[in-house]
């Protein structure tokens, strides 16, 4: 059984900062890499961040600089600290695998709302 409750979504102003959090259950939090996805309204979900088991990292370009990624194995959490939001951040952001793994299970989301 897969499990992904992601939280701490909200409304910002530019500027503000949130972190996210979410907890994993299951098998493939343990083993594999995890990263933060998000998806604007009209647009594809995207990748914003990612983090080995071992704790090596990589962003997108869009949030490098401003956004940091986390794990807590022994908890089961992966955490992202958001900091000097902008507007085009706002966004459903969502936790998973990286890369998805064949069945897909998505959690509900949180959602940011960065406003100008």
């Known amino acids: 059984q897969v499990q992904l409750v992601e939280s701490g979504g909200g409304l910002v102003q530019a500027g503000g900062s949130l972190t996210l959090s979410c907890a994993a259950s299951?098998?493939?939090?343990?083993?594999?890499?995890m990263g933060w996805y998000r998806q604007a309204p009209g647009k594809q979900r995207e990748l914003v961040a990612r983090i080995t088991r071992g704790g090596i990292t990589n962003y997108a370009d869009s949030v490098k600089g401003r956004f940091t990624i986390s794990r807590d194995n022994a908890k089961n959490m992966v955490y992202l600290q958001m900091n000097r939001l902008k507007p085009e951040d706002t966004a459903v952001y969502y936790c998973?695998?990286?890369?998805?793994?064949?069945?897909?299970?998505w959690g509900q989301g949180t959602q940011v709302t960065v406003s100008s």
């Open positions: 998973n695998n990286f890369p998805l793994l064949t069945p897909t299970y």
């Open positions: 299951g098998s493939r939090f343990s083993i594999n890499a």
